[in-house]
């Protein structure tokens, strides 16, 4: 397949792994933000071709894990809702929220649909003028413009019955938070190559020099994860803290101002909760005013919804990188993806469910 | 890998274990195989069944039968590369084939829904027709119901399929040794895609055809060219990986299995890149693995090669008594991952 099995590549992979092991001199910790280069990571294999001094820790760069389950509680009461058809990707149905999930709902009659693009949810208001067409708006920067889009296209068409529970997340502030942390061993960090496709990688520029951590903006392919590493371990060993571009063929330095005016045009920073980080200021996408009408939170009463996480579940430690999956007592035990306790385990680019599902003889030994 | 150190906590019982009937216990997984363990197995209980194959062999008055039956509830009713009636005909056939035996008569029933279109039926029920034909079986028995209008569903299918075996070759997990090779007759993932494009208006830049074929003559000329083999399994719900789990669950044998030999169209793998689908997991429906003696690996390939119901036959693993009931890949850049069997469907990612 043109412009991935180039980036798959076996010699080029153990070439570029090579060069790492020539260039590390001292244990180090990377992390990698998003989800899926953590599935990279571990579908291929990438850590095992890495030498032992140089460990991996996975970050919370995976949009379905860090989702509050207050908002995912939200969703299923409006996914109950007789008269709301409820739209998300897959991958938010089978998260756990206090009491169920939504294909828990959608299996005693919600209307629960799968959708593909936030677009297909405006399709799905015009088709039901009767209904309301409520779209599980969650993501990080990647998603923030579509949903966006699909926010400026119901306005121009006129529907009333269109909104969006939205939880969108961003990672610039969640980098800072993890720095800030005392625990945080993180030495260096692979940015997640699609958010700086929209974003650029100006904002980086700031904390790298801060807290003196080198940031290396990667794609998700084992070529380029690699050789994100490389430059990574580099600037480690040479003792700069500088960011960058290791995706040059989708990022730029600006990102795309397109994506990012529409962005700026219907949504302004908030402060966000994160499931297992907690509370971060201006981490989040909030509706401005002139659009608080598409905002489901404000068409439905959902006020009185909150829910606790639950106290064992260790995934903040994993989404900050301070502990593995299999570390956690639950793991592949009491927590698996059939009856997951924690957000990590149930996507499909959560690190919990990565190890699950590609490494559990490694853990079981380990165990 | 850090060693995990000493923990007391402990986390509470989840509510996940759903009191009711959810997508995923249809879609292959654990928690389809948990359903068809703890409900259906414990409730008919007998040798037969607990064999746990495609189609069950009995013998009476010595002759050797293999029966089966399935349901077909796929939407879209028609897709590229076929539709329910004759995937009713492939999957039945397949079964029986899966057993090692030649497929003889079917039965059918059709669950109607009020306001399905006649023009519909008669063209479904035509390419049904055609399909048997093909495969050279008769459908000798039915039944036909209407119910009220719901979800506009249609049509649903049962078919069940009666077969008789003309080898001696014992065929199931049982059978498998270590060193025994792997095979499959073609491309994976095509069927999959196809429906899910058509059902969710997904647009490639080509049509992705369904792969739903009949697949009896390939495995009986494997049989006729003295190939020893040692167990056979369709590769449908699940794919390719529910498949080799379930055979080396039953087995208690460790399969291991090369993502490079394993033949899947770029135009699949480009599909499953979008919707964060791996193709292993994906359902065919005219797609066979075979376990085979060692020795006969390469024999097997020469009568798969050329074979029309083999359109891209590979030896893609061996098994091994490394590590039993597990399957392993050993991915494209060369290093080894766990194969495991999905927990319900797969489902398409966010970014």
Redesign the interface.
Same mark, same amino acid.
């Given at each position: 397949?043109k412009y *991935?099995d180039e980036y !798959?590549?076996?010699a080029t992979?153990?070439r570029l792994a090579d060069a790492v092991r020539r260039v590390l001199t001292q244990p180090r910790t990377i992390m990698e933000i998003c989800g899926?280069q953590t599935h990279s990571i *571990?579908?291929?294999? #990438?850590d095992?071709?890495l030498p032992p001094e140089l460990t991996l820790v996975h970050g919370p760069g995976c949009? *379905?894990c860090v989702t509050p389950v207050e908002l995912v509680d939200k969703a299923i009461a409006l996914a109950r809702r007789p008269e709301v058809v409820f739209c998300s990707?897959?991958?938010?149905? !089978?998260v756990?929220g206090t009491?169920?999930?939504l294909?828990?709902v959608?299996?005693?009659g919600g209307d629960v649909r #799968?959708v593909?693009s936030p677009l297909d949810a405006v399709k799905l208001a015009h088709k039901h003028p009767d209904r309301e067409v409520v779209f599980f708006a #969650?993501?990080?920067e990647?998603?923030a413009p579509a949903n966006a889009l699909a926010v400026l296209q119901a306005q121009r068409d006129g529907l009333r019955n269109f909104s969006i529970l939205a939880s969108h997340v961003l990672v610039p502030p969640a980098i800072e938070a993890i720095l800030s942390s005392e625990a945080c061993r993180v030495q260096g960090f692979l940015a997640a190559g699609?958010v700086c496709t929209i974003m650029g990688f100006t904002q980086y520029e700031p904390i790298a020099a801060r807290y003196g951590v080198p940031i290396v903006v990667t794609g998700f392919e084992?070529v380029d994860i690699l050789h994100g590493i490389l430059l990574c371990v580099r600037q480690l060993e040479s003792g700069r803290a500088t960011v960058e571009n290791a995706y040059a063929r989708s990022v730029r330095r600006e990102g795309n101002p397109q994506a990012l005016r529409v962005i700026e045009t219907v949504f302004e920073p908030d402060t966000q909760k994160w499931r297992g980080l907690g509370v971060i200021p201006n981490s989040g996408l909030r509706l401005r005013d002139a659009y608080r009408t598409f905002d489901a939170e404000a068409r439905f009463d959902l006020a009185g919804i909150v829910a606790e996480e639950?106290p064992?579940?260790i995934a903040g430690l994993v989404l900050q990188g301070i502990k593995?999956p299999? =570390?956690?007592?639950?793991f592949a035990s009491?927590?698996?993806? =059939?009856?997951?306790?924690g957000a990590p385990m149930v996507?499909?680019?959560g690190a919990c469910a990565a190890y699950?599902?590609? !490494?559990?003889?490694?853990?079981e030994a380990?165990? | 890998m850090s060693t995990p150190g000493e923990f007391t906590l402990s986390c509470p019982m989840p509510h996940a274990s759903s009191p009711v009937i959810t997508m995923a216990h249809g879609g292959g997984g654990t928690a389809m195989h948990r359903l068809i363990e703890d409900v259906f197995l414990r409730a008919f209980d007998n040798p037969l069944l607990a064999q746990r194959h495609d189609a069950a062999r009995i013998a009476i008055d010595g002759a050797r039968i293999a029966f089966t039956t399935d349901s077909y509830v796929v939407q879209p009713l028609e897709f590229p590369g076929g539709d329910i009636a004759s995937l009713a005909v492939h999957g039945t056939v397949n079964d029986l084939a899966m057993a090692g035996a030649r497929p003889l008569y079917l039965s059918a029933g059709f669950i109607l829904e009020e306001g399905l279109s006649i023009e519909l039926l008669l063209r479904l029920v035509a390419s049904m027709r055609r399909a048997a034909d093909a495969c050279g079986v008769q459908v000798v028995t039915g039944d036909t119901k209407v119910i009220e209008r719901r979800g506009g569903d249609g049509l649903f299918i049962n078919t069940a399929g009666i077969g008789v075996i003309e080898h001696d070759c014992v065929i199931g997990p049982g059978a498998v040794r270590p060193g025994d090779v792997v095979l499959i007759n073609g491309d994976l993932g095509r069927h999959g895609i196809a429906i899910m494009a058509t059902r969710e208006g997904l647009e490639f830049e080509t049509a992705i055809e369904s792969d739903s074929a009949p697949v009896a003559d390939a495995v009986l000329a494997l049989l006729r060219g003295g190939v020893e083999v040692h167990c056979l399994r369709d590769l449908t719900r699940g794919g390719l990986v529910s498949a080799a789990n379930e055979i080396a669950q039953a087995a208690g044998v460790g399969l291991h299995l090369r993502e490079t030999d394993i033949p899947v169209r770029d135009d699949v793998r480009g599909a499953c890149e979008l919707l964060g689908f791996d193709p292993l997991y994906v359902a065919n429906e005219g797609r066979f693995m075979a376990v085979v003696a060692a020795d006969d690996a390469a024999r097997a390939l020469d009568v798969l090669r050329g074979h029309p119901q083999a359109p891209q036959p590979a030896i893609i693993g061996h098994a091994h008594a490394d590590a039993p009931g597990r399957v392993t890949l050993e991915s494209r850049i060369g290093a080894q991952r766990i194969l495991d069997m999905l927990s319900g469907e797969q489902l398409p990612r966010i970014c």
């Amino acid at each position: 397949m043109k412009y *991935v099995d180039e980036y !798959r590549d076996g010699a080029t992979t153990r070439r570029l792994a090579d060069a790492v092991r020539r260039v590390l001199t001292q244990p180090r910790t990377i992390m990698e933000i998003c989800g899926g280069q953590t599935h990279s990571i *571990v579908k291929f294999g #990438i850590d095992t071709l890495l030498p032992p001094e140089l460990t991996l820790v996975h970050g919370p760069g995976c949009p *379905v894990c860090v989702t509050p389950v207050e908002l995912v509680d939200k969703a299923i009461a409006l996914a109950r809702r007789p008269e709301v058809v409820f739209c998300s990707f897959g991958d938010m149905l !089978r998260v756990p929220g206090t009491e169920t999930d939504l294909l828990g709902v959608k299996a005693r009659g919600g209307d629960v649909r #799968i959708v593909y693009s936030p677009l297909d949810a405006v399709k799905l208001a015009h088709k039901h003028p009767d209904r309301e067409v409520v779209f599980f708006a #969650i993501g990080f920067e990647t998603t923030a413009p579509a949903n966006a889009l699909a926010v400026l296209q119901a306005q121009r068409d006129g529907l009333r019955n269109f909104s969006i529970l939205a939880s969108h997340v961003l990672v610039p502030p969640a980098i800072e938070a993890i720095l800030s942390s005392e625990a945080c061993r993180v030495q260096g960090f692979l940015a997640a190559g699609h958010v700086c496709t929209i974003m650029g990688f100006t904002q980086y520029e700031p904390i790298a020099a801060r807290y003196g951590v080198p940031i290396v903006v990667t794609g998700f392919e084992p070529v380029d994860i690699l050789h994100g590493i490389l430059l990574c371990v580099r600037q480690l060993e040479s003792g700069r803290a500088t960011v960058e571009n290791a995706y040059a063929r989708s990022v730029r330095r600006e990102g795309n101002p397109q994506a990012l005016r529409v962005i700026e045009t219907v949504f302004e920073p908030d402060t966000q909760k994160w499931r297992g980080l907690g509370v971060i200021p201006n981490s989040g996408l909030r509706l401005r005013d002139a659009y608080r009408t598409f905002d489901a939170e404000a068409r439905f009463d959902l006020a009185g919804i909150v829910a606790e996480e639950s106290p064992e579940c260790i995934a903040g430690l994993v989404l900050q990188g301070i502990k593995k999956p299999h =570390e956690c007592p639950a793991f592949a035990s009491r927590c698996t993806p =059939e009856r997951p306790l924690g957000a990590p385990m149930v996507s499909s680019e959560g690190a919990c469910a990565a190890y699950y599902r590609y !490494r559990r003889s490694e853990t079981e030994a380990a165990s | 890998m850090s060693t995990p150190g000493e923990f007391t906590l402990s986390c509470p019982m989840p509510h996940a274990s759903s009191p009711v009937i959810t997508m995923a216990h249809g879609g292959g997984g654990t928690a389809m195989h948990r359903l068809i363990e703890d409900v259906f197995l414990r409730a008919f209980d007998n040798p037969l069944l607990a064999q746990r194959h495609d189609a069950a062999r009995i013998a009476i008055d010595g002759a050797r039968i293999a029966f089966t039956t399935d349901s077909y509830v796929v939407q879209p009713l028609e897709f590229p590369g076929g539709d329910i009636a004759s995937l009713a005909v492939h999957g039945t056939v397949n079964d029986l084939a899966m057993a090692g035996a030649r497929p003889l008569y079917l039965s059918a029933g059709f669950i109607l829904e009020e306001g399905l279109s006649i023009e519909l039926l008669l063209r479904l029920v035509a390419s049904m027709r055609r399909a048997a034909d093909a495969c050279g079986v008769q459908v000798v028995t039915g039944d036909t119901k209407v119910i009220e209008r719901r979800g506009g569903d249609g049509l649903f299918i049962n078919t069940a399929g009666i077969g008789v075996i003309e080898h001696d070759c014992v065929i199931g997990p049982g059978a498998v040794r270590p060193g025994d090779v792997v095979l499959i007759n073609g491309d994976l993932g095509r069927h999959g895609i196809a429906i899910m494009a058509t059902r969710e208006g997904l647009e490639f830049e080509t049509a992705i055809e369904s792969d739903s074929a009949p697949v009896a003559d390939a495995v009986l000329a494997l049989l006729r060219g003295g190939v020893e083999v040692h167990c056979l399994r369709d590769l449908t719900r699940g794919g390719l990986v529910s498949a080799a789990n379930e055979i080396a669950q039953a087995a208690g044998v460790g399969l291991h299995l090369r993502e490079t030999d394993i033949p899947v169209r770029d135009d699949v793998r480009g599909a499953c890149e979008l919707l964060g689908f791996d193709p292993l997991y994906v359902a065919n429906e005219g797609r066979f693995m075979a376990v085979v003696a060692a020795d006969d690996a390469a024999r097997a390939l020469d009568v798969l090669r050329g074979h029309p119901q083999a359109p891209q036959p590979a030896i893609i693993g061996h098994a091994h008594a490394d590590a039993p009931g597990r399957v392993t890949l050993e991915s494209r850049i060369g290093a080894q991952r766990i194969l495991d069997m999905l927990s319900g469907e797969q489902l398409p990612r966010i970014c």
